[in-house]
Structures are given as C-alpha cells and as structure tokens.
T-cell receptor
Framework: NAGVTQTPKFRVLKTGQSMTLLCAQD?????MYWYRQDPGMGLRLIHY???????AKGEVPDGYNVSRLKKQNFLLGLESAAPSQTSVYFC???????????????FGPGTRLTVL | DQQVKQNSPSLSVQEGRISILNCDYT??????FLWYKKYPAEGPTFLIS?????DKNEDGRFTVFLNKSAKHLSLHIVPSQPGDSAVYFC????????????FGTGTRLTVIP
C-alpha cells in the first residue's frame, strides 16, 4: 500500500494564480483532512471530510476550497493565491471512529507551496 | 489562540539517557492525546496515544503520562537513541465524530551519540 500520497511535492505560484493540491489514500479510510504547517505554528486544520461528498471547515479555512468526489481523493483548491498561503500542506486520513476508540490519522509527505 | 502548547522548541539528550518532552493544553473537552514524530521532508507519523480515562500508556521505549488536573502530558523516551532525533508534535482531539486534531508547535529532539 502506498498509504497517503500528495501531488505535487513542490509548487511556486504568483499572487492571484490558482491551483489544486491532490491527496489520495488507498487504505479505504472514511475521514480525510488538510493541514498547513507554518514555522512556530504547528499543524492547523484547514478543511476535513467525514465521507464522500461531504466537507467541513477546520480552524483556518479562509482562502481555500475542498472537494471529496471520490472516497479515496481529497482535493484542496486555492482560487487566488496570496503570499500568506506560503506553507507546507499535509493531507491525512483515518478510519471512521467506532465507539470510544480513537483512530489515529495517517499523513502524506506534504506539499511545499511558495506564493510570490 | 493555541490550545495545545509545547513550550520547549528544542531538547538535546545524550544517547542512552531519558528524553522528556512536555505538552500543555487548555481545552478541558479534549478526550484523546497523541504524539507524532516528524522527520524532515516527511509527514508526521503516529507514535503513541492516551485516552483521557488513563494516566499512563507504555509502548516499548515510549511512555506517555497524562495529568488531567494540570492539563499536562509528557512523553518519555528511554533509552534515547540517535534515530529518535526528530520533531515531536503533541496533539489532542475533542470527543467529536471526526477525529479532528489540534497540534502543538513541536519540540525538536536531538540525541547526541
């Protein structure tokens, strides 16, 4: 199994350009997440999805949109990139919660995005 | 406002000694706590977790302690090995259905051979 994969690994954008980051998982997980990591800030949740066709906002959703058309894929879109969106983006997935058990998240390798 | 805090950005320890990484949280609704390990240019990988109904969980060289009254948890690594050198993130999740995680800012551990 490849686990969680992210495309692309690196990208440089100019202010105002748009792009889509792709996340794919082959573990049949129900839940998927997008985080950003900035220096001194840890990882912060942007958007998440608890199933195909459903999405919800996390801590820092402004300036981003997401779609979960297929269970295995979770797309993160930037419609008009800004320098403040320069960051490392991580996708994660986890199985559905069942009872009191917590299922940990599995992370992809990250996408380093620079907005000039 | 940061709900999960790791106040030590870095820690250096001699090989074979104990490493203690600390984490504090402010939200009393957090129900589950995790530690993730991260190497450069890789995603975080799950290390160990603890439920709020426990005060200790052990897995090999790694032990996590939870003090709910102090809203504090710690990760002990004994003995520390050079391969443990990485950034360690503390994370917490409230009792919701989506497993959402709130992360600390990370502590860079360096184990000196």
């Amino acid at each position: 199994n490849a686990g969680v994969t992210q495309t692309p690994k690196f990208r440089v954008l100019k202010t105002g350009q748009s792009m889509t980051l792709l996340c794919a998982q082959d573990m049949n997980h129900e839940y998927m997440y997008w985080y950003r990591q900035d220096p001194g800030m840890g990882l912060r949740l942007i958007h998440y999805s608890v199933g195909e066709g459903t999405t919800a906002k996390g801590e820092v959703p402004d300036g981003y949109n997401v779609s979960r058309l297929k269970k295995q894929n979770f797309l993160l879109g930037l419609e008009s990139a800004a320098p403040s969106q320069t960051s490392v983006y991580f996708c994660a997935s986890s199985p559905r919660t069942s009872g009191s058990r917590y299922n940990e998240q599995f992370f992809g390798p990250g996408t380093r995005l620079t907005v000039l | 406002d940061q709900q999960v805090k790791q106040n030590s950005p870095s820690l250096s320890v001699q090989e074979g000694r104990i490493s203690i990484l600390n984490c504090d949280y402010t939200n009393s609704m957090f129900d589950y706590f995790l530690w993730y390990k991260k190497y450069p240019a890789e995603g975080p990988t799950f290390l160990i977790s603890i439920s709020s109904i426990k005060d200790k969980n052990e897995d090999g060289r790694f032990t996590v302690f939870l003090n709910k009254s102090a809203k504090h948890l710690s990760l002990h690594i004994v003995p520390s090995q050079p391969g443990d050198s990485a950034v360690y993130f503390c994370a917490a999740s409230p009792k919701t259905g989506a497993n959402n995680l709130f992360f600390g800012t990370g502590t860079r551990l360096t184990v000196i051979p």
